[in-house]
């Protein structure tokens, strides 16, 4: 008697895709998609989108930057402004609502009404607070280099052939005014929390899902021919402000947002899913692809990633050597890259800054941890 399950492919199995294989030969990408020499690539959203980002940049395609450091900056200033770490300095995009929100305001759709925050005697910009490490002279500067950097997002949704859009969290800080959302807590990094303008949101899988698919819509619009590919951050929260325990809440956003790029795969032609999150967080990988933090993603893992993505996305890139995770020059963007950009961090510092420095310390003692009232950031 015929069995449906007889004729299917051996990576259907779990024995035969996830026993079997040894622990870094483990392939869970099932389609390819080639991504041709020539075709400009961008990439945009949380910390482990830039590990992309190098990967893209050293394998010999077009990584598509609108908004490049000055001829005149030396590598070192430029990445601490965020030159090149996206294709445009946006900074972190963490969730797909600010993402939505970014394409609106580079299209004139949105202006929120709180754009600009003090920090000290500078200025910074609400939705790029650390672009600039010592802030602005004044809010009209900030505003202009806003502006500035609109445009440069706006020529990168509407001339790229690829997004690499990587999702990263479900949590968010939101103005009560408008809804416009900022990728950090006013006070956090600039501004001061007001709990008459400012609200904590976590956006449900149905808000996401919704949102995802919005934006890929907004984006057919002004560049018909757009690919997008999705991924999901490996990377948990680094704190979560629900009452409950950062694990859970990095669960759950992890599964709405894997849900969501499930959704937006299914539903929308040209849009793929690479499973870069089922990488790292594979029992196969026992753990050995996360650092001691628990929560950083070792180069170990970042190789495995990689290795897989240029497999299955650049068959014929230009310069195949750099194209391979083992290649001495990717080896370089790696431990360049180490030190990857990542807005989430500030939250740590600032509760230190805030005299709650030594909590970690206590705990590792054996210390019960002190009642402290909720963190307002």
Not at 147 to 155: D, F, G, P, S
Not at 188 to 194: L, N, R, T
Not at 207 to 218: C, T
């Amino acid at each position: 008697m015929s069995n449906p399950y007889s004729e299917l492919d051996d990576f259907c199995f779990w024995s035969r895709a996830m026993s079997w294989p040894a622990p870094g030969q483990i392939d869970p990408v099932v389609g390819k998609a080639e991504i041709l020499p020539g075709q400009k690539v961008a990439t945009m959203g949380s910390c482990f989108a830039q590990h992309l980002s190098a990967h893209i940049r050293s394998s010999g395609l077009h990584y598509f930057v609108t908004e490049p450091a000055p001829a005149e900056m030396d590598e070192t200033t430029a990445r601490a402004r965020n030159y090149g770490v996206f294709s445009a300095r946006y900074g972190n995009v963490y969730t797909v609502r600010q993402a939505v929100q970014l394409l609106d305001r580079a299209l004139g759709a949105f202006a929120p009404a709180e754009d600009v925050w003090t920090q000290g005697d500078r200025y910074v910009d609400a939705f790029r607070p650390r672009i600039e490490p010592d802030g602005f002279s004044s809010a009209e500067d900030t505003r202009e280099t806003a502006r500035e950097h609109l445009a440069c997002v706006r020529k990168c949704f509407t001339e790229c052939d690829w997004l690499v859009f990587t999702l990263g969290l479900t949590e968010a800080w939101r103005s009560r005014r408008d809804g416009a959302i900022y990728p950090l807590a006013p006070g956090v990094s600039g501004g001061c929390f007001d709990p008459s303008l400012h609200e904590f949101v976590n956006f449900t899988a149905e808000e996401v899902q919704s949102d995802l698919i919005a934006l890929i819509g907004k984006l057919r619009k002004i560049n018909a021919g757009i690919r997008i590919l999705l991924t999901v951050s490996p990377v948990p929260l680094a704190a979560t402000y629900e009452r409950r325990h950062v694990l859970v809440s990095t669960t759950y956003s992890k599964a709405a947002l894997r849900v969501a790029a499930d959704a937006a795969e299914r539903q929308l032609d040209g849009v793929i899913y690479f499973p870069a999150y089922e990488i790292i967080t594979s029992p196969a990988a026992g753990g050995r692809y996360y650092a001691d933090d628990l929560r950083q993603v070792t180069q170990v893992g970042v190789k495995h990633v990689m290795k897989l993505f240029g497999r299955h996305f650049f068959p014929r890139a230009g310069d195949l050597a750099a194209a391979d995770p083992e290649s001495p020059r990717l080896e370089a963007a790696i431990r360049r890259d180490a030190e990857i950009v990542c807005d989430e961090e500030t939250i740590d510092r600032a509760l230190r800054e805030s005299g709650f420095g030594e909590l970690d310390k206590s705990l590792a003692h054996g210390a019960h941890p002190p009642q402290i009232p909720d963190p307002i950031p």
